[in-house]
């Protein structure tokens, strides 16, 4: 069971997935089982298509126990069913049923929520088709309640349908231990390159923080700004400390560009080569290529955003704050330039989504992002700065040299910085300046203090 809301607390939500064994006995045994679901789900999805007043009945008898009501009626209150199971379904578990219920109720409440939208699409959008209901489900069975029991850790007792019988069977399983603070929820069976896995849904109890807004009130804490680099870096960090009004840099961190780039680049090179070779693109095309790259860019993403974490981590800070980067377009240019930029902009969404999950469920870390405007072109103070690959001598006033991508920034009043530096600096007073206008960034003691 899951656990229950809390005073004082928000509930955090990961998922635990662990390798099934003996691999032969447990793939074949849940296909069946799988395929048996799926089936359920799309009887019960017809039935909620043709009776969706179910959906908004409030109250014990209202949505999955509507539905049950209307295929297993109510004996007790000699009120019969309606719409009876056929006779493939009888002698299914009870919560096995209750669970398929669950999972046709979410696809159906997904297709309305998508219908709705084209409904009151803009004109420009009147062209588009209307969203069709799902012709095939691919649900991986849950096992809610009375259908798994005696999990030891290593082992686990759950039923599964063998030969059109359902049967108990004892199943072991390894991977990551959990933690102590932890609390498993019901499991379900994942299906996937010839193995099954038993995926655990984890919580855990959080205190509240209140909010970025409430956390900016206090007096001391520490923040770290990133600024995700395009080109060189994958991250610059920089670690900034608010004392009463007065923000300090205590900290900076260089995060390296993966291995994985290197060889992304070589990858895509030679799928484009094939696409000119052959003209022919179909279904399986390059996959090995395609499968090996999506691997490397998910471990790259885990890789950068648990360095990030750790940062966060070991310098005690509340707030973790990133450029919204949602917006990046590739530029023009062959096709294997063009795909890499679009890996390189998805990748850096890839970080975030891992760094704000995990930063929040493991140490209560909350995350923001910022417009990332001029982050690059002005100084912690708002003036515009100078940048180039090396740094100048002297910058006069008025004049205004910025080379994109370069590596320095200087401005008129003898601020001189890293350029990735200076904008992850940006970052950090963009996501406190939303809350407090008061607050006013000094140099480290390490850095001239001539401005």
């Not at 069976?189 to 009130?217: E, M």
């Not at 395609?290 to 310098?315: C, F, H, P, T």
Request: hydrophobic share 35%.
């Amino acid at each position: 069971m899951g656990l229950k809301k809390k005073k004082g607390f928000s509930i955090a939500t990961q998922s635990a997935e662990h390798r099934l064994y003996p691999q032969a006995k447990c793939f074949n045994g849940f296909e069946e089982t799988k395929s048996y679901y799926n089936q359920f789900v799309e009887f019960y999805f017809m039935l909620i298509n043709t009776d969706p007043s179910g959906l908004s009945v409030t109250g014990n008898d209202g949505g999955w126990r509507y539905y049950e009501i209307l295929t297993q009626g109510k004996p007790k209150s000699g009120v019969e069913a309606q719409y009876p199971l056929p006779q493939e379904f009888e002698g299914c578990p009870r919560d096995f049923r209750r669970a398929a219920i669950r999972a046709a109720i979410g696809a159906y409440q997904s297709w309305e929520t998508r219908y709705n939208k084209w409904k009151k699409r803009p004109n420009a959008q009147k062209h588009h088709r209307p969203p069709v209901q799902p012709r095939k489900f691919n649900f991986s069975p849950v096992y809610c309640d009375k259908m798994s029991w005696d999990d030891s850790g290593l082992d686990i007792m759950l039923k599964v349908l063998v030969k059109g019988e359902w049967k108990s069977l004892k199943f072991h399983y390894k991977g990551q231990p959990i933690g102590e603070d932890w609390v498993k929820s019901s499991p379900s069976i994942v299906l996937k390159h010839g193995h099954a896995y038993i995926t655990f849904c984890i919580q855990r109890y959080v205190p509240a923080t209140g909010g970025i807004a409430k956390i900016t009130k206090q007096d001391t804490y520490r923040i770290l700004a990133t600024d995700l680099d395009l080109d060189d870096r994958a991250a610059i960090v920089s670690i900034l400390e608010i004392d009463g009004c007065t923000v300090r840099e205590i900290a900076r961190h260089f995060v390296k560009q993966p291995q994985g780039v290197a060889s992304r680049n070589r990858d895509l090179g030679r799928i484009a080569l094939k696409m000119n070779a052959t003209g022919i693109i179909h279904e399986s095309f390059c996959h090995k290529q395609w499968g090996k790259i999506r691997n490397r860019e998910k471990s790259m993403g885990y890789d950068v955003s648990s360095q990030i974490l750790n940062l966060a981590v070991g310098y005690g800070c509340k707030i973790i704050a990133f450029e919204h980067l949602a917006n990046l377009k590739p530029c023009r240019g062959k096709y294997s330039r063009r795909s890499n930029q679009k890996r390189a902009y998805w990748l850096k969404s890839k970080i975030y989504n891992n760094v704000k999950h995990a930063a929040y469920a493991r140490h209560g870390i909350l995350t923001t992002r910022v417009n990332p405007r001029n982050t690059s072109k002005l100084d912690p103070w708002g003036n515009p700065v100078n940048r180039q690959n090396h740094i100048p001598e002297q910058v006069l006033a008025g004049e205004e040299i910025y080379e994109t991508g370069a590596t320095w920034v200087k401005t008129a009043s003898g601020y001189t910085a890293h350029s990735g530096i200076n904008a992850s600096r940006n970052v950090g007073l963009k996501a406190l300046l939303r809350h407090r206008t008061d607050l006013e960034f000094h140099q480290g003691l390490w850095e001239s203090q001539a401005r």
